[in-house]
DNA sequence: TATTGTTATACTCTATAACTATA
DNA sequence: TATAGTTATAGAGTATAACAATA
């Protein structure tokens, strides 16, 4: 088979995977916390940065959201007593997420359904090797589409 | 490092990298098309079904949409000129959406920049070797998650 | 002047349930 | 009774542009 072919192939279906593990995660992290996946992604974001927070700014481009839609979903968050919104000693223009013990209680009460999930979806179909080649490629592709990928303030810019 | 480590890692590239690429075809096709990635995955599947044809049924399921939302985009792409529905000549109940010729000049017209960005984001950062492993574990792991997922119909089963 | 975050607004999309028609 | 598709409606989420405040 030619590359290319292989190459259109390794493409659809890591679309397709994406959009199939995401809706399997929607019902689930609906159930067992009430959350969308993009509040559960944002609460796992920031439960991995130090001390739990981050600048809104910052958050925004590892979701890919504009600010706007960023300000919704936190404004969202905050009433629901999951992350706070401070602002920062250093620059007075930006605004500092920390997540609270509430938003980590509910990821700990959301992750052993969310690991059960891909550990079926994902890896019951793959040998060790396999895994650690995925992720391998995986990662590569990522950091690369990282760079590509316009940040928030970039994407504003542009339409001016 | 740990195994379970390793394979949230790899999920969660997955889904960022899913993301991402999803973020940039959509500035893309809207560009080159005026399309939403939803609706050039329709019409990407259609063309490669059989005679250009399939029934909204399957369609729905192959892009994990409730009926109504497909009802609702394929109403769009009808109008634009994109795809027709027709009665089948067998089951007076369902409806056969088929690609029309407009709709694949359009697709022709969108896809040389969308496999640029394939190319780009996705294999520039990959060898040969990696490119097959990635190819091989996204396709398992897709068919695995195809069985998993529950399709139109028993969602609406579910509800009642 | 540029950047950060918010807000107002308008719009797109989605899902649910109710409905029609056919099997 | 079950299935296929549509429709009405209501709600969630999104982006754009305009705004205020700070750098």
Chains 1, 2 share one sequence.
Do not use: C, W
């Amino acid at each position: 088979m030619a590359l290319d072919e292989r190459r259109t192939e390794a493409y659809f279906a890591l679309m397709e995977a994406g959009g199939l593990l995401q809706m399997l995660m929607e019902d689930q992290l609906q159930r067992d916390g009430g959350l969308s996946y993009l509040q559960f992604f944002l609460l796992a974001r920031l439960a991995q940065a130090p001390d739990g927070r981050m600048r809104m700014t910052d958050l925004a481009d590892t979701v890919i959201h504009s600010r706007s839609g960023l300000t919704y979903q936190a404004a969202k968050l905050e009433t629901a007593g999951l992350l706070r919104r401070e602002s920062s000693p250093h620059d007075e223009r930006s605004v500092t997420a920390a997540i609270t013990d509430q938003g980590r209680e509910l990821l700990n009460q959301v992750l052993p359904g969310h690991v059960a999930i891909v550990e079926q979806g994902m890896f019951e179909a793959l040998d060790d090797q396999q895994t650690e080649a995925l992720a391998d490629a995986l990662e590569a592709v990522r950091d690369r589409l990282r760079v590509l990928a316009p940040s928030s303030a970039q994407r504003r810019r542009n339409r001016s």
